[in-house]
């Protein structure tokens, strides 16, 4: 019943010209180059490592994963690498058996000990190596390796959420070889098993592929070559489509780019929206002062009127939905009537700022002045940064707003070099385990970039994890809500809306709640 219910929660509406790419019943044709548009460059190669859609738009077609998602019946799961697999009825062993013959791109053949090296350093990265899958995967005990095809994970714990962590599109799988050679190897240097092997990287213009004549998959990929072309600013990525320099943009845009690219294309375009598993979330380093207070992190929240934001932002943005920590609409989401009740998200927004301004006088900081940390990409982060500042200058603070390349702005949020940032929480499905590994103690997990360590938040993390009575669960995970607002460490702006422009032309991409999802280009083809 959850699956269904979460199929229909990410629905996809066709809005314009044209119809789903998986819907004309063709017989796909080989061929062509694929030119199509990402939005922002990746900061280096490495799936396990990195939270931002640049790097699986960039390197997603270069490798294979273990399981993955099946979009055409979203969210059921259906094998990658892995040809078939058995999980024990007790939940605490999961066997796959790899399909033979895997080839990786420098032609070694891929075993069950390239798996387990994946997974290990998933789990227990190495000394200077990131692993933003660590807390994901620390419910594995042992990983067994009895033949060349088949590989054991041995589980600590039972962990309900398991199937859906193994088909994660950051599961890229590595040569064990190369991480034998160097652990932070997949940083700088591509070898995988994927439809598309690595041909160059330009820096400040393209990444370029071509087919895997070696392919497992018989007959697939369908194009010869791809380039996705970095197109940091959204009017140049929009003439670029419009001009037929690229296709696609498979991230997202906002709804007046859309309704622009419609009257400028007519049935040239095709236009696919869904609700995004992903927002923007406004994050507090705790280790700086005057952020270490309680009360000043609050006041910042409780100042930010989400109700009355999302009717504008959603006008020129693909920021919509308020929600808490869980996306808005699906079975574990925080109901409106509790929602409200919430530090941060009141609809009487008079009252919270009155009490903003207190707690600041409290905490003696009532003309308080920081700098806001952003990321430079203009949908939707830039409206939201200025949103912010709006905000906070209503209860008599200054901010600076500061924007950033995307390097250089994960760069300083992982080594806390920001007082006050802008953040995401860059989902694949509404599990809540995967919701809420965001917020566990930084720790446990790289990704909590708040540097707030919360003893209580780990202990309800845990609880829901184990508990397989669904209104049990709700409970646990309301109560680790609770507590995260009440803390301040971190909180969500808003959730995402996706609209995805397509040419006509493309053919066999589909469309998810998810832009991390889909982007291996192995079924993509050309009708022209």
């Keep these: 019943m959850l699956?269904?219910?979460?199929?229909l929660v990410g629905a996809v509406a066709f809005v314009a010209a044209g119809t789903g790419p998986g819907a004309e019943a063709q017989q796909p044709k080989r061929g062509g180059q694929f030119n199509f548009a990402i939005s922002a460059e990746?900061?280096?190669y490495d799936c396990h490592g990195s939270d931002t859609y640049a790097t699986l738009h960039f390197s997603a077609p270069f490798y294979s994963t273990l399981l993955r998602y099946n979009l055409s019946k979203f969210p059921e799961v259906e094998g990658d690498l892995a040809k078939s697999w058995a999980v024990a009825p007790d939940q605490m062993a999961y066997t796959f058996k790899l399909h033979e013959g895997v080839r990786f791109h420098d032609g070694t053949t891929l075993t069950s000990a390239d798996i387990k090296a994946t997974y290990d350093r998933l789990r227990n990265p190495p000394q200077g190596v990131v692993s933003n899958r660590k807390a994901t995967f620390a419910d594995i005990d042992t990983i067994e390796t009895p033949d060349a095809n088949t590989v054991i994970f041995k589980m600590k714990a039972v962990n309900s959420s398991m199937m859906d962590?193994?088909?994660?599109?950051w599961n890229c799988v590595y040569a064990a070889k190369d991480l034998a050679t160097d652990p932070n190897w997949p940083k700088t240097h591509i070898n995988g098993t994927g439809p598309f092997t690595f041909v160059e990287h330009v820096k400040g213009s393209y990444v370029a592929g071509k087919r895997n004549e070696n392919y497992f998959k018989k007959g697939l990929p369908y194009l010869d070559s791809y380039r996705g072309i970095f197109t940091l600013q959204a009017a140049a990525m929009l003439n670029a489509m419009q001009g037929g320099q690229v296709l696609a943009e498979f991230r997202g845009v906002s709804p007046a780019e859309r309704d622009r690219m419609v009257a400028a294309m007519g049935d040239q375009l095709r236009v696919e929206e869904s609700s995004w598993t992903l927002n923007l979330i406004v994050a507090f380093n705790v280790e700086k002062k005057p952020f270490d207070d309680v009360r000043v992190r609050r006041a910042l929240l409780m100042a930010i009127d989400r109700w009355g934001g999302s009717v504008g932002l959603s006008r020129i943005s693909t920021?919509?939905?308020?929600?808490?920590i869980i996306r808005p609409g699906s079975p574990f989401a925080t109901p409106e009537a509790e929602l409200v009740k919430l530090p941060g998200f009141s609809k009487d927004i008079a009252k919270s700022r009155a009490e903003a301004k207190?707690?600041?006088?409290e905490a003696g900081v009532p003309n308080l002045k920081f700098v806001l940390w952003n990321r430079n990409l203009a949908m939707p982060y830039t409206p939201a940064g200025?949103?912010?500042?709006?905000?906070w200058r209503r209860i008599g603070v200054e901010v600076e707003h500061v924007q950033s390349d995307t390097a250089p702005y994960l760069a300083a949020l992982r080594a806390g070099n920001y007082v006050v940032s802008i953040d995401f929480s860059n989902l694949f499905n509404d599990d809540p385990t995967l919701s809420l590994t965001k917020y566990l103690s930084t720790t446990k997990n790289p990704l909590n970039l708040s540097r707030a360590n919360d003893a209580e938040i780990d202990k309800l993390y845990e609880q829901q994890l184990r508990e397989g009575?669904?209104?049990k669960r709700k409970a646990l995970i309301r109560a680790l809500e609770k507590r995260l607002f009440d803390q301040a460490y971190q909180q969500p702006l808003l959730w995402w809306h996706r609209i995805v422009l397509t040419h006509k032309t493309v053919m066999g991409w589909k469309m998810s709640p998810s832009h991390n999802l889909g982007a291996d280009l192995a079924e993509v083809w050309l009708n022209q």
């Design 165 to 169: 962590h193994f088909a994660s599109p």
């Design 3 to 7: 699956k269904f219910f979460l199929s």
């Design 386 to 391: 200025i949103f912010l500042v709006d905000q």
């Design 358 to 361: 207190r707690l600041l006088a």
């Design 319 to 324: 920021l919509r939905s308020v929600g808490g």
């Design 42 to 44: 990746t900061p280096h």
């Design 469 to 471: 009575d669904v209104e």
